[in-house]
């Protein structure tokens, strides 16, 4: 349980303790500075400790912002400060000094651990009200100052992202955060919710594999409500703030695995009604993730980049100083808000096939935008980009052992130019899309084989070119395309939904990636990359296995390969977020 000393003499008629308790917190007492640190030694370790002067007037959200967020170590609003784990033994040795000057001890070992290089956060109250006020008169000040501001307001307020699309913003939030406080206030958890959105949207999945009109007027209403629970588990999750490491990993893949789901529950549908859009699914799970692939490696390879400033970056600057055209360049490249109420409409008053033709254009139109942008940004603005970020590029590559083998200093001449990483990738693409075009099952092995050789060599380097981003992208879409033409191919019965289930398990280990390195802990494992071949070895595994095999064996094959690749992925990636090294990684920029 948590613990929180309250530090100071007591002033009567104070609610703070109350508040304090109504936090979750057991209140313990140190009236004089010097008392501190014996009551303070005498808290568990492992649980966070508060500490509050007596005299603080405020919000009890401002408290709750500086001392309950599970994300952060160390937090502080005047004359409160929360610290926990690691952190908890500087805050000791700081107590066990102290000022018999000091007036607001809280405040004086805040600066003393941001002295020492703890990193402390300070969260942005806003409006709200958190003073240490030295008279009476100050006291009556802060006190008009509280009652002047609507906390639960203020409160329902923030639990929205700060950046969201235009339909969520204006036909979703104005009543789901009036959801999340429901579920605040019984208890429920913003995990609870998820599972729930999840539940729903496969519900609705099934009703859209039914195939008769009913099952997708059906399903298009439930794909909405699971919308609508989709929004109210973050909402609820800084309505309240309960971040943990197991609701990361549910936020971060399950949007994935709910839209897929229902991409694969319309062709089930589509299938009883003798049209087959498999190919159609297929196509566009991959064109959505590409997008995805370009939008996380773009941001990775210019998190900490110095110098960081182009002329596209200044105009878009400008234009989001312009209101409409905000909205307008959101709505555009289809987020999800819009996108799940594109397909929600379309399944319940047309058929699967105009409903991926829609995702397919749509999302064409919307990754061609914004890769065209963040190429011309790339390329006028002077960045340095860091050894993390080239790192985390070489993570979202997902190169195996080929690759790496064929990386080796000692295997060939690396292309030293800027763009050598790029032209090098492009080129082992082209070949594979060579060998896929022409046909004959050996020249593509063969094609295979030599797109494995040069995207290890595009890699040999630290990716710190200004186009260096692209490489994984492009990697994304030769891979899952290459499985998308052999499937298509084969004409073998079950070939493109097998096909489709390997994409997915393969892009689940992709997206699982991508989290984690925005989780500040790094990619998966390396030994986990090397045992499902990396993304060369996967496209030359199956290049192979359509070669040799029979048709009608095929799908068999990558069924198996898909349930293997899933079966090490999931295992793997459910022991790393349920453990307590996982990070809170929680979404706050614009929907995907």
Known sequence: MPTAILTGPPVPGSPLEGE??????EVRHAPAPWDAGHVLAAVPEGDRV???????????????????????????????????????????RAAAEPDPLADNLPDRLAAVLEADGAPLHRPDLGTLVAEVPEGVEDRIAASTAVAAVDEEAVRLRTAVKSRDGFFTTFFISPYSRYIARWCARRGLTPNQVTTASLITALIAAACAATGDRAGYVAAGVLLIVSFVLDCTDGQLARYALKYSTMGAWLDATFDRAKEYSFYAGLALGA?????DVWALALGAMILMTCRHVVDFSFNEANHDATGNSSPTAALSDKLDSVGWT????????????ERWAMIAVLTAVTTPRVVFWALIIGCAFGALYTTAGRVLRSLTRKAERTDRAARALADLTDSGPIAELAARPGSGKVAGRAYGPLFTALIACVVLGGGLVQGDPWVVVAAAALYALLSGRAVARPLKGSLDWL????????????????????????ALPAAFGLVAAVAY??????????????????????????????????????????????????????????LVVLVESIRFWVSSGAPAVHDEGEPA
């Open 326 to 337: 905000v909205w307008v360049r959101r709505m555009i490249i289809l987020p999800i808000g």
């Open 471 to 494: 490489l994984p992208p492009l990697f994304r879409a030769a891979e899952y395309g290459t499985v998308l033409v052999l499937a298509a191919r084969s004409e073998a019965d079950g």
């Open 20 to 25: 304090l308790r109504t936090l979750g917190f």
């Open 509 to 566: 280990h992709h997206y699982d990636t991508v989290y984690r390195i925005r989780g500040g802990t790094g990619a998966p494992p390396h030994w986990l990359v090397r045992t499902i071949g990396g993304h060369e070895g996967r496209v030359l595994v199956t290049v192979v296995l359509s070669a040799v095999l029979a048709h009608e064996d095929f799908p068999f094959a990558l069924t198996a390969l898909a349930v293997f690749v899933a």
């Open 271 to 275: 299938a009883r009604n003798g049209d």
């Open 50 to 92: 508060a500490l509050v002067d007596t005299r603080f007037i405020g919000h009890t959200h401002a408290l709750r912002l500086a001392l309950t967020d599970p994300r952060f170590d160390a937090a502080a609003v005047r004359g409160a400060l929360a610290v926990r784990g690691p952190l908890r033994d500087r805050l000791a």
